[in-house]
């Protein structure tokens, strides 16, 4: 039972434009979210976050928009770039628990 | 500079062999971490630590074990490495705060088994 969707493996983007990654969850107990960026043969490395509270943040390129009544969040990179070219994870977590559920990642890949 | 770091970039191992896979990280974390990701089915936990001799299953523990006998190691141990236990296996650490769990990972460890 996956609690963390991520229902688009891939996702293709010409450089300039913007990146829209979705992800939804079914666990009402998360209250924090957070997206990683990993390249090949890279350990992820963490990209932007949302407590429960706000319904967005933003961070230079990059914004999160957390929708609670549909369980649903976004990530957009605007404007998308090459080198923004990895695969994205959607994580989240509950404020009792240390560990994150990961959702299964989206490949992104920005065109010149 | 922030690190976690992982014994080996790349092992191949035959079936059966016990295999044993290291991190260590110079944070002072109190928690950490071991998954592996698979190709479609993203990052899944196999066993976490949040204590020095403490362990706790993931979602996926059979056919591994850990131990963490110092705060900065955790050791992934596969008992009899199964052809099934290939993957790319990620050692993470974040601190003790409960919620606000940004992890950090190494750099992985790409495991074949043959």
């Known amino acids: 039972d996956q609690q963390v969707k991520q229902n688009s493996p891939s996702l293709s983007v010409q450089e300039g434009r913007i990146s829209i990654l979705n992800c939804d969850y079914t666990n009402s107990m998360f209250d924090y979210f957070l997206w990683y960026k990993k390249y090949p043969a890279e350990g992820p490395t963490f990209l932007i976050s949302?407590?429960?509270?706000?319904d967005k943040n933003e961070d230079g390129r990059f914004t999160v928009f957390l929708n609670k009544s549909a369980k649903h969040l976004s990530l957009h990179i605007v404007p998308s770039q090459p080198g923004d070219s990895a695969v994205y994870f959607c994580?989240?977590?509950?404020?009792?628990?240390?560990?994150?559920?990961f959702g299964s990642g989206t490949q992104l890949t920005v065109l010149p | 500079d922030v690190k976690v770091t992982q014994s080996s970039r790349y092992l191949v191992k035959r079936t059966g062999e016990k295999v044993f896979l290291e991190c260590v990280q110079d944070m002072d974390h109190e928690n950490m971490f071991w998954y592996r990701q698979d190709p479609g089915l993203g990052l899944r936990l196999i066993y976490f630590?949040?204590?020095?001799?403490?362990?706790e299953k993931g979602d996926i523990p059979e056919g591994y074990s850990v131990s963490r006998e110092k705060k900065e190691r955790f050791s992934l141990i596969l008992e009899s490495a199964s052809t099934n236990q290939t993957s790319m296996y990620l050692c993470a650490s974040s601190s003790r705060g409960l919620g606000n769990n940004e992890q950090f990972f190494g750099p992985g460890t790409r495991l074949t088994v043959l």
């Open positions: 630590s949040y204590d020095v001799k403490m362990k």
């Open positions: 949302i407590s429960s509270i706000k």
């Open positions: 994580a989240a977590s509950g404020s009792s628990a240390r560990q994150l559920t």
